[in-house]
């Protein structure tokens, strides 16, 4: 089974920053790595999930307005992970995170793979 394994969130203080990461593991993650576009969304309470940010095979980017010149994608394709590096925090990104992989960056909403979840919280 092929999964993506989120660590790193928590609860920290407004101003405060976090480093997300999602680990690509399985029997086709070496493809899952190279080949797909992957990002992060996020969910507040009773709320839809929305694209936080995405990295495609290109290396080109996209970022929400709303964490522009805050956050930050990255990947380290040798161990198959994803990070989300989250600066300058506040209230409003308190959410569920999720990682999440599709071929097309622009389908990620229909990811093939997700995964199972991170809280972050930031305290006022």
Not at 24 to 32: E, H, T
Not at 40 to 60: M, N, Y
Not at 84 to 98: G, I, V
């Amino acid at each position: 089974t092929d999964v993506l394994l989120e660590s790193g969130g928590g609860l920290v203080q407004t101003g405060g920053s976090l480093r997300l990461t999602c680990t690509v593991s399985g029997l086709r993650s070496d493809y899952i790595n190279s080949a797909y576009c992957m990002g992060w969304f996020r969910q507040f309470p009773g709320q839809e999930l929305e694209e936080v940010a995405h990295l495609d095979t290109d290396k080109s980017t996209f970022y929400d307005d709303s964490v522009k010149g805050r956050f930050s994608i990255s990947k380290d394709s040798a161990s198959k992970t994803l990070f989300l590096q989250m600066n300058s925090l506040n209230p409003d990104d308190t959410a569920k995170y999720y990682c999440a992989a599709h071929l097309v960056c622009g389908r990620l909403q229909e990811a093939s793979f997700w995964g199972q979840g991170i809280q972050v919280t930031v305290s006022s």
